[in-house]
């Protein structure tokens, strides 16, 4: 079992940037696959992007392609959400998710983990 908090989140203006994180308890976290997910208010909760266990494979939504970066550091037992060029409509709270996996998951419903969220607003 992981436990996952996330942290970093905050108000930015247009244009500008932010870096979230979710620190993962548990020894195993290098076993878990791991993904980033948003829901802004009243919408459902969507796909941000995915991180393989090993790094070595991500994946992104279209509408955060070119502007957001997930990366992970095994060894902290943290992953990271790098987000530039940010768009009011990026506004939303972001949870982090994990699932002990050797494949990489973009969907909500294949994750068995999720943090309590950081909330992002990004002001126009």
């Known amino acids: 079992q992981v436990q996952l908090v996330e942290s970093g989140g905050g108000l930015v203006q247009a244009g500008g940037s932010l870096r979230v994180s979710c620190a993962a308890s548990?020894?195993?976290?290098?076993?878990?696959?791991m993904g980033w997910f948003r829901q802004g208010p009243g919408l459902e909760r969507e796909f941000v992007a995915a991180?393989?266990?090993?790094?070595?494979?991500?994946y992104y939504a279209d509408s955060v392609k070119g502007r957001f970066t997930i990366s992970r550091d095994n060894a902290k037992n943290t992953m990271y959400l790098q987000m530039n060029s940010l768009k009011p409509e990026d506004t939303a709270v972001y949870y982090c998710a994990a699932k002990q996996t050797l494949a990489i998951l973009t969907t909500k419903y294949d994750y068995d983990y999720w943090g309590q969220g950081t909330q992002v607003t990004v002001s126009s």
């Open positions: 548990g020894r195993t976290f290098s076993s878990y696959a």
């Open positions: 991180i393989s266990w090993s790094g070595g494979s991500t």
